[in-house]
């Protein structure tokens, strides 16, 4: 079983940079497919960005040129830089991680295992 710790969260104007990190149990973390995904208030969960066990990344239209995800797998984390934000980012991140490294890493549904969730509110 993998555990994903989310840090990060917090309160911050429109403009400002918040870097999410969330640190995994496990040994094969170099081959998980990881994976960013937010929920809003009233809102349906959706994908934020995605990163393949061997680097390609996507991101979410609404994110793209803000947002980076990266990883270090020397520390088993998965890390999520989000820079100009906006006060529609505000959410719940969830980090995620998938085990199949043939499977999507786009698709929130395709994902193993889940963090607890890092609020964000951006404040206008």
């Known amino acids: 079983q993998v555990q994903l710790v989310e840090s990060g969260g917090g309160l911050v104007q429109a403009g400002a940079s918040l870097r999410l990190s969330c640190a995994a149990s496990g040994r094969a973390f170099s081959r998980y497919r990881l994976g960013w995904v937010r929920q809003a208030p009233g809102k349906e969960r959706e994908f934020v960005a995605g990163?393949?066990?061997?680097?390609?990344?996507s991101y979410a239209d609404s994110v793209k040129g803000r947002f980076t995800i990266s990883r270090d797998n020397a520390k088993n984390t998965v890390y999520l830089q989000m820079n100009s934000l906006k006060p529609e980012d505000t959410a719940v991140y969830y980090c995620?991680?998938?085990?199949?490294?043939?499977?999507?890493?786009?698709?929130?549904?395709?994902?193993?295992?889940w963090g607890q969730g890092a609020q964000v509110i951006v404040s206008s």
């Open positions: 990163m393949s066990w061997n680097d390609f990344t």
């Open positions: 995620a991680a998938g085990e199949k490294i043939c499977k999507s890493y786009t698709d929130p549904e395709s994902y193993d295992y």
